[in-house]
Structure formats: C-alpha cells, structure tokens
C-alpha cells in the first residue's frame, strides 16, 4: 500500500543521497498493487512514455462528492515507481481537485525534475496531463 503523499515528501527530505531516492521511488513502485491484466489495455496506455505505462482513472461515488482512484502500472520499475507517485498524489482528489493539482511542481520539490532524463520527464508530463484530461471529462 501506498504512504500518503505527505509522507513520501517527509521521506524525500531526509534522504539525501539519489541513488537512495531512485531506490526508494522503485519501492514505491512495488507498493503498487497489481494491474488486472484487461486494464492493460491501449485505452489505458499513456501515449508519450518512453516506456509503456498504463493508467486507469475511475470515480469512487459512495461517500458524498465523487472522488477520483487511480491504478496504474509500467513495464520498467523506475517509471512504475512515478507511476506510484502521481497515484499518491491524485488518489482520493475530486476530479476538480485534481484538476487543479499541478503534478510536476511535485516533481520539481523532491528535486526528481532535475534529476530524471528528458525522456522519463515527458513522460511524467505525458501522465500529468492523462490524468488532468481524464479529471475534467468525469467532473463534466
């Protein structure tokens, strides 16, 4: 199970050393649970990914306004570990919340911006914007 996002950012601060953030953000990768494999599916594919990643964004109704849950899955564990950051970030938000979450200034804070490839960026933009599209077609 996944820390909550305040948690990981707590976490993040008291380790320095960035092998031990890669080693700990592919931690959180294997927090994820498993993605059915019929959720592995172009429909959920996130296009822009230099490796393939998968999203399923879903409303959870039963406890007043509706709020968003998210799984997801990748096929290379540094990536599923981002995956599992933007799951603790965007999990339990309405869709308006999420909406206005700007994912990759938590990027920016745990300091991954500028530590990630040019190519696992895009494609934490690639998520950050699925995720948003997706939160504004379930708050219409």
């Not at 820390?3 to 050393?17: A, L, Q, S, V, Y």
């Not at 530590?115 to 219409?140: E, K």
């Amino acid at each position: 199970m996944l820390p909550p996002i305040n948690t990981i950012i707590e976490n993040f601060e008291f380790i320095e050393d960035w092998e031990e953030r890669y080693r700990y953000v592919i931690e959180l990768g294997r927090a994820l649970p498993p993605l059915p494999d019929e959720l592995h599916s172009e429909a959920n594919k996130v296009q822009g990914c230099a490796s393939q990643v998968w999203l399923d964004l879903g409303l959870d109704r039963s406890e007043g306004e509706p709020r968003l849950r998210l799984r997801g899955d990748s096929d290379a564990h540094i990536v599923r570990g981002l995956v599992a950051l933007m799951i603790a970030l965007f999990d339990g938000k309405t869709p308006r919340e999420a909406a206005g979450t700007d994912a990759f200034a938590l990027y920016a804070k745990l300091g991954l911006a500028e530590h990630l490839t040019p190519q696992r960026s895009n494609g934490v933009r690639a998520m950050a914007d699925r995720i948003h599209r997706d939160a504004v077609r379930l708050a219409a």
